[in-house]
């Protein structure tokens, strides 16, 4: 049986394991259409701007270790856009299929619920990732479109999926 977790906001200190996280995926994994990892300063720079906008940004945490992380962010610039996020969330790989993914997804959907949010998009890169559309199907979310071809990495045309879930 997998140890328990916990959940708790993001903490500045938290970043070098969720670049650690997150450059997993970039470095072996479609999810993601960036080609370098970014570091720990980067991280802390993009969590910045999401504390800045006063949008959740929440960890789990399993053995004091962080093991996973979800936000969402302002889906476009626009202002029309402003009642509408995007949601991004990773696990590290030895935390996968714990329960860690949908109850941070589901702590943030209901905290974007609670600030006035209406529709939260998810763009998953690569349309073969099916944990993450499974994920986000269990989560609520509905298949939109597909948009193929749009990313090149690892010498490979990918497809992005797009899924939605209205709060």
Known sequence: MPAAFTIRPVALTDMPAIAAIYGHYVLTHPATFEIEPPDAAEMTARM??????????????QNQ????????TPYRPRAAYRHTVENSVYVAVDAVAAGIGST??????????RLGYR???????????????????????????T??????KFNRWLDTVIMQKTL
């Open 48 to 61: 910045e701007k999401i504390a800045a906008a006063q949008l959740p940004y929440w960890v789990a945490e």
């Open 104 to 113: 941070l997804l589901e702590k943030v959907m209901n905290e974007c619920a």
């Open 147 to 152: 948009l193929r071809n749009v990313g090149n």
């Open 119 to 145: 529709e939260v998009i998810a763009v998953i890169g690569d349309s073969a990732n099916e944990p993450s559309i499974r994920l986000h199907h269990k989560a609520g979310f509905v298949h939109t479109g």
């Open 65 to 72: 270790r962080v093991v996973g992380y979800c936000y969402v």
